[in-house]
């Protein structure tokens, strides 16, 4: 595996500021006795697999995070969208147990210098972890801010050194329809493919996560690895990923492929092009109750200073 190793100002996820201080909006819904419309499935057993992910050493990147209240593990963690696992939010949650993120490979394939199949080890052995906590916004008009760990995909891609005619690239998930249920059923065409343009993913922003509240990813957030690309709604953000191939020319992503005129394959969050069944100049925070107020969505999700240049020739109202 030729990525570098840089391992200077490293702490251990022991030192990370305590999970209470991330949750005292929560606390004060709960102790006010309004339940969340979102209930979790168990805070104890999510508790508990809290602990029984292996613990992460990284950096906190505070250039990249937002400071805004962190959602919490329990949230973030049994209600989800992993249609491999169903649709359901909480399926994710309780049909993702027999599913094996480990042993686990990455192959690289397409118009790059250095392809070839790589091992999750090596690549989290290889590359800076860093702690970015990122908003995620849902196409479905709910968001959530998420404490990731994972590596700077940009510094990923430089070291498989892509070639001029790489435009595109194309992530794809794993196919195991017998540790996945709802890969028994043809609800997506499987297996799950997103891709971006290659700016858009050597932009600094563009993160793949291999863990969350300094723990390895658990399986219903995208174990062992997956992307994040805080400006795009969250279907973007392909969970589980086994080929990230180099193209020439823009893949067919799989929600484009279910529903062209629902989901583009640009698919940033723009608060003034609506989804045709719903409006997306607002969101739900996870966590906010079932009264709480819904808040104004923004132009790329609040990253519009970092990436607007991306897209300064773009109509996005038809590059949706
Ligand atoms: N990746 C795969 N393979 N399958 C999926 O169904 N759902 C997407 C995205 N990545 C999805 C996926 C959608 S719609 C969202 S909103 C995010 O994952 C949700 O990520 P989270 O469950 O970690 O919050």
């Not at 590359?127 to 940009?154: F, H, K, T």
């Not at 922003?205 to 690895?225: D, I, K, M």
Request: proline letters at 6%; aromatic letters at 12%.
């Amino acid at each position: 595996m030729p990525f570098l190793i840089k391992n200077e100002k490293k702490i251990k996820s022991s030192e990370i500021t305590p999970e209470k201080t991330y949750l005292n909006r929560r606390t004060l819904i709960k102790s006010l006795g309004i339940l969340s419309a979102y209930t979790p499935v168990s805070s104890v057993l999510a508790e508990n697999d809290k602990i029984n992910q292996a613990s992460l050493t990284f950096e906190k990147n505070s250039k990249f995070s937002t400071t805004e209240t962190v959602n919490s593990f329990e949230e973030i963690t049994t209600y989800n969208n992993f249609y491999e696992f169903g649709v359901g939010k909480s399926d994710p949650y309780r049909y993702s147990r027999n599913f094996k993120p480990k042993p686990w490979t990455v192959s690289v394939t397409g118009e790059a210098e250095n392809t070839g199949t790589f091992a999750y080890e090596d690549i989290v052995a290889s590359n800076q972890l860093e702690e970015r906590i990122y908003r995620l916004r849902c196409v479905e008009a709910w968001s959530m801010v998420v404490p990731w760990v994972g590596i700077s995909l940009m510094d990923f891609i430089k070291k498989l050194k892509p070639n001029s005619k790489a435009k595109y690239v194309v992530f794809e998930s794993v196919f195991r329809p017998n540790e996945m249920p709802g890969q028994k059923r043809r609800i997506l065409d499987w297996p799950y493919v997103e891709g971006l343009t290659i700016d858009e993913a050597m932009h600094p922003l563009a993160f793949l996560a291999v863990g969350l509240y300094g723990r390895e990813l658990t399986n219903q957030n995208g174990a062992p690895l997956r992307l994040v690309v805080p400006w795009k709604y969250g279907f973007k953000s392909i969970k589980s990923i086994v080929n990230i191939s180099f193209e020439e020319q823009q893949p067919k992503t799989t929600w484009n492929l279910a529903a062209p005129n629902e989901y583009g394959f640009f698919a940033n969050v723009n608060p003034e092009v609506n989804h045709p069944r719903w409006s997306q100049a607002r969101e739900r925070r996870i966590g906010s109750g079932l009264f709480g107020a819904k808040q104004p969505t923004l132009m790329f999700n609040g990253y519009a200073d970092e990436v607007s240049g991306l897209y300064r020739n773009l109509d996005l109202r038809k590059n949706f």
